[in-house]
């Protein structure tokens, strides 16, 4: 499913917007009108967070919002209660993002069923290495689910060679050394270097995340890379809202980034 949205953003000459949002954040209705919301605006796929007490990835916003979700009681299962309900209404395509211990505890082959029957397409899981993950990997396969893995900016051309050998769905390109965050933007020339040289070692679409936050940043990010990852800014943009309201402040963000998500070539 994902190699679908990566190609038809390409035949529609634009680079594929997946924004992130944390699931339960503040509160399930919130989190549904929020997908409604960024499906209407024209998403291609959504990350959605499965909140989690120890996110070594996560920035500030986006772990606030996961406490927001924890206190709130979002467990796993509840998250993919909101996969399901929002699949089953025809909402985008939904990237499930989580860390490995969660998924170790709720069972590895369990997960794997139960996302896939919710209607997930794929699972993020940042903080599992590359040599530890060809069983996840694989059971994630048998039921359909796409792995995409991450490749930094330290990372070794040989190094990023072997992740995008076992990368599924896409390359998850991160911008930036440290974690996820809107207040400092992406480089563009030392992201240009890393992008021509994952280019060289595989055909997976390549989308890139970790501060990209505004129109500007998108339009820059869109002259190199199949895919842009929105997520601190978004979260942002309607935290300390519920509802409706959430999803009304949703929109009026992602709508000029869409619009940046034009694409150049690269």
């Known amino acids: 499913m994902l190699e679908a949205i990566f190609e038809r953003a390409r035949n529609a000459q634009r680079t594929a917007f997946i924004p992130y949002v944390m699931g339960g954040d503040p509160d399930a209705p919130t989190t549904l ?8 605006a024209g998403a291609d796929a959504i990350e959605l967070g499965i909140p989690y007490s120890d996110p070594l990835a996560d920035g500030p916003t986006i772990a606030a919002a ?4 924890l206190a709130g009681g979002t467990t796993i299962s509840s998250t993919l209660e909101l996969v399901r309900e ?15 211990n969660p998924v170790l505890q709720f069972g590895i082959d369990r997960f794997a069923a139960a996302a896939s029957d919710a209607g997930a397409c794929a699972v993020i899981v940042p903080d599992i290495a590359l040599e530890e ?16 893995l991450l490749v930094a900016p330290s990372t070794k051309p040989e190094r990023a060679k072997r992740i995008a050998a076992q990368s599924t769905g896409f390359i998850y390109v991160v911008s930036r050394l440290g974690v996820t965050g809107a207040s400092t933007q992406p480089s563009t020339h030392a992201l240009r270097a ?8 595989t055909e997976e679409p390549l989308a890139v995340g970790f501060g990209v936050s505004n129109a500007d940043h998108v339009r820059d990010v869109a002259a190199l890379a199949d895919g842009i990852i929105v997520g601190s800014a978004l979260i942002d943009a309607y935290a300390g809202t519920r509802g409706e ?9 992602v709508e000029p980034l869409i619009a940046a998500a034009t694409y150049a070539g690269v």
Do not use: K, N
């Open 33 to 40: 009108a929020v997908l409604r919301a960024l499906t209407q």
């Open 66 to 69: 996961g406490q927001r979700a």
């Open 194 to 201: 890393q992008i021509a040289m994952l280019r060289s070692i």
């Open 245 to 253: 309201e959430a999803a009304g402040r949703v929109r009026a963000f």
């Open 86 to 100: 929002h699949h089953d209404h025809g909402g985008a395509p939904i990237v499930l993002f989580t860390y490995y």
């Open 133 to 148: 993950g060809e069983a996840l990997l694989a059971t994630l396969a048998t039921r359909g689910l796409d792995m995409p």
